[in-house]
T-cell receptor
Framework: DVKVTQSSRYLVKRTGEKVFLECVQD?????MFWYRQDPGLGLRLIYF???????EKGDIPEGYSVSREKKERFSLILESASTNQTSMYLC???????????FGDGTRLSIL | GENVEQHPSTLSVQEGDSAVIKCTYS??????FPWYKQELGKRPQLIID?????GEKKDQRIAVTLNKTAKHFSLHITETQPEDSAVYFC????????????FGPGTSLSVIP
């Protein structure tokens, strides 16, 4: 069974801090994704990576960056956290030959 | 780019009735259409998917239909049960591994016992 693990379920940070959200998958999937989930707005794609060291902007990349140095790990970075980045963040991975995304449990991030 | 719309945003049905959620997409190159279910406080999980070479797919009480000409697809849940209560997301993606998956805004389904 595919396992996608996000490092924290809940995280509280202060405005201006640099924040790292980590995601690890154990199934050798090529593709990995970061989404933000807000009420009424669904799942909005922040960044995705189709392979190691590869990244593509999603629909809302402003204020975020990502890192994919190893195949199993995809990190989301908030360079200088702001209160409007308070949200639920979901990571997902996908095998290239399959359309199926597997999600982590999410990180609920609060920026104070 | 691709845009996926989903209706209704909320849906309440009596237990045992059917529920239908509809989605439209804009990019005719999209060929894979999954549906995800997200229960409260849990991760989204795939419940059914359909590819563009198929018009309909069924899995027990759940079915999905696809109309490529009209660029819309629908989720049908029959004999609804309280455990079907959740948020349902439709999505669309294109064939290559370099393409992102675009989700609809979600439908909150409540099944009233």
């Amino acid at each position: 069974d595919v396992k996608v693990t996000q490092s924290s379920r809940y995280l509280v940070k202060r405005t201006g801090e640099k924040v790292f959200l980590e995601c690890v998958q154990d199934m050798d999937h090529e593709n990995m994704f970061w989404y933000r989930q807000d009420p009424g707005l669904g799942l909005r794609l922040i960044y995705f990576s189709y392979d190691v060291k590869m990244k593509e902007k999603g629909d809302i990349p402003e204020g975020y960056s990502v890192s994919r140095e190893k195949k199993e790990r995809f990190s989301l970075i908030l360079e200088s956290a702001s209160t409007n980045q308070t949200s639920m963040y979901l990571c997902a991975s996908r095998l290239r030959s399959s359309g199926i995304q597997h999600f982590g449990d999410g990180t609920r991030l609060s920026i104070l | 780019g691709e845009n996926v719309e989903q209706h209704p945003s909320t849906l309440s049905v009596q237990e045992g009735d059917s529920a239908v959620i509809k989605c439209t997409y804009s990019d005719s190159a999209s060929n894979y259409f999954p549906w995800y279910k997200q229960e409260l406080g849990k991760r989204p999980q795939l419940i059914i998917d359909i590819r563009s070479n198929v018009g309909e797919k069924k899995d027990q009480r759940i079915a999905v239909t696809l109309n490529k000409t009209a660029k819309h697809f629908s989720l049908h849940i029959t004999e609804t049960q309280p455990e079907d209560s959740a948020v349902y997301f439709c999505a669309a993606s294109k064939p290559t591994s370099y393409d992102k998956v675009i989700f609809g805004p979600g439908t909150s389904l409540s099944v009233i016992p």
